[in-house]
Each structure stands twice: as structure tokens, then as C-alpha cells.
């Protein structure tokens, strides 16, 4: 009884406290609570719920707004009030090479895509490459629904949103680690929904099953790359009574550049950048079950090599190179991706 008597003293003490602490709690939010989901949209600009969720390292898809004046000789020292002009919403999402949500970056930087079954019901090839034509007039790719949670009551919901850069990163001791920039049309918010992440495979690329070749050859001097697929598209306004971009057009052709860091122990790719000899590059991961990653570069040129001795340590080499057309496979680069997803 007397046991009983101070358990029920002490929580009449502790009780204000346990009141304040759920008080705390919901004062900030937690990034490891947020979620990110994506779906395609059939018309740029019209937003669908989401139907693909993806595990995120970071994110930071933001709206701008554009100001701008409207006097300048007023006969005063204080400055004047400004306007609200344009509003764009842009950012990036950075994510580890997980062999089944990697689709969709690249689906969504490269559109072009074709498939085939390897095992019926379970395992399918996808090869990304090179964009073949635009999605349709004023929008150059598949245009996407984002929603994106950041433990608060709403979720941001980025909507017409195109992917107008990727890279893909991989260094010893890392994941394979992808980079989506993005430029939507608008954001609106809505009610959180609950996310379902692909649970087979668990893990990522990462760098202890990455191999690279070149010109056919299997080289361990590569010691980290950076692959940046590059659209060149920006937002266009209009004067269409609207305060959001009206179109999205390309500057520029898609680019296709890499460049890494190499052990320097012979002048082959030194003198293959003199020369400006083109080499093909292959770079293969695996995971478990047969998921598979492989970029094929069929002509690469290097565009920079340096090398140089910062000290009494190892001599590294930095080179940067381009992906040339390829006539006979009408693309620059072909990407196969072996999971258990058979459409993106």
C-alpha cells in the first residue's frame, strides 16, 4: 500500500513536467521524420497524388519570389516599397543509388527508357538513355508531382516539376550517391499521406562492388567520379495573368560530363588527353540478386587531365571528360539498371 501511495505522489509531481516535455516535442521538426514521394504527371502543371516514395539523404526544394521597383527619383532618402513579382520553386533532392527508387532520377533526367524481362515476376532490365524528343510543347521531360514532408502539419507538394540536372556520385567509403535539381511550376500544400518504401533490395551501389573499365580494359586506378547528365533548361515567364513560369524550355543541348581522380602510375590517360584519343568507359555495381548497375560511355574524351605533386605523398591525376553521340546507338551514354521494377 505505502508502495502504491508514492508511485501516485510522483506522478502528481512529474506530471507538469511530462506536460511540458510533449509541449517541447512539438515545437520543432525532424528531418529523419520527413518523407518524399513523386509521381508522373500526364499534364504538365496538373498535379497527382503521389505513387512512389523515395528514402532521402537530403533535400532542399525551395519558392523564391522575384521583386522588383517601381520608382527611383522621388525625393527622398528612404527607399520605397517594392513588389512581388515572380514566383519559382526549384531545388535539389540528394539520395543513395537504392537499386529500385535510382529509376526514377533517371527516368526523370533522361525520359528516353525501354525495357525487357530477364526472370518473369522478378527481375527487369531498364537501359535510360539519351532524350530522344521533348514530353510535349513547353515541357522538354517527363514532368513529375512532388511531395515533399517536413514533419509539420502539411506537406509541400512541388507541382510540373522537370529534373534539369542529375549527377552521379561514387567514392570509396560512400554510396553510390545521385543528385536531382528540379524546377517546378507551383507549390501548393496538403494533408500528409503515409509512405510505402521499396523494402527489396535493403541496401544500395555503393563503392566495394564498382568495377571501371577502360577501353575495355579493367583498370583499379579510379578512385572516385562524378557523372553529371546536364539538360540546360530554365523557367520561362510569360504574360499570361499569372505570376507563375508558363513554360520550361532548354538553352542548351543535353550534356553529358564526367571526371574523377585516378592514381597517377603511367601517362596513358595523360597522353590519351594530348592526343585527344576517345576511349570507351564502362562502370559496373552490383547488389545481391542480381540487381545491377552499368554506364556505359561507348566515346569519351578527356577535356582537362592534371597532375601534380602536392608533397611527399601519393601523385593523384583529376581529369574531366565528355560523352560523345554515338551514331549507331543514337545516344551518348546508355545506362542499364537490373531491379524488380519493370515500369518507371
Sequence with gaps: MFAKRVDFLLSLLLAPFATWALRWQALWSQGHLGYFGLAKEAVWGTAVAATDYIELLSENLATT?????????????NEPDDYAGARRSAGG????GHPVSLGHALRAVFSNMSGSTILSGFLYNTIFTG???????????????????????????????????????????QPLQATVDWIAKSK???????????????????????????????????EGFTLTVDNQ???????????????IRSTGLQMINISGTLEFSNVDEEQDFINQTERAMVINMTRANSFNLLLDIPRLIYTAYSVGMAGRGRIMATFEGKARYLTSSAAAIGIRLTNTKSNY
Excluded: C, M, W
Excluded at 533532392?93 to 543513395?96: F, R
Excluded at 533548361?233 to 513554360?247: H, K, P, V
Design 131 to 173: 532524350t530522344k524528343s521533348e514530353f510535349a510543347d513547353g515541357v522538354p521531360r517527363q514532368p513529375y508531382t512532388l511531395e515533399v514532408f517536413r514533419d509539420v502539419t502539411s506537406a509541400h507538394r512541388y507541382i510540373g516539376a522537370v529534373a534539369n540536372r542529375l549527377q552521379l556520385a561514387l567514392a570509396p567509403n
Design 188 to 222: 501548393s500544400l496538403i494533408a500528409r499521406t503515409t509512405p510505402t518504401f521499396p523494402g527489396s533490395p535493403i541496401d544500395p551501389f555503393a563503392f566495394d562492388t564498382a568495377s571501371v573499365s577502360i577501353a575495355g580494359v579493367a583498370t583499379a586506378k579510379v
Design 233 to 247: 533548361l530554365e523557367g520561362i515567364l510569360a504574360l499570361n495573368n499569372s505570376n507563375e513560369i508558363a513554360r
Design 65 to 77: 519570389i522575384d521583386r522588383f521597383g517601381t520608382k527611383n527619383i522621388f525625393a527622398s532618402f
Design 93 to 96: 533532392i540528394v539520395l543513395s
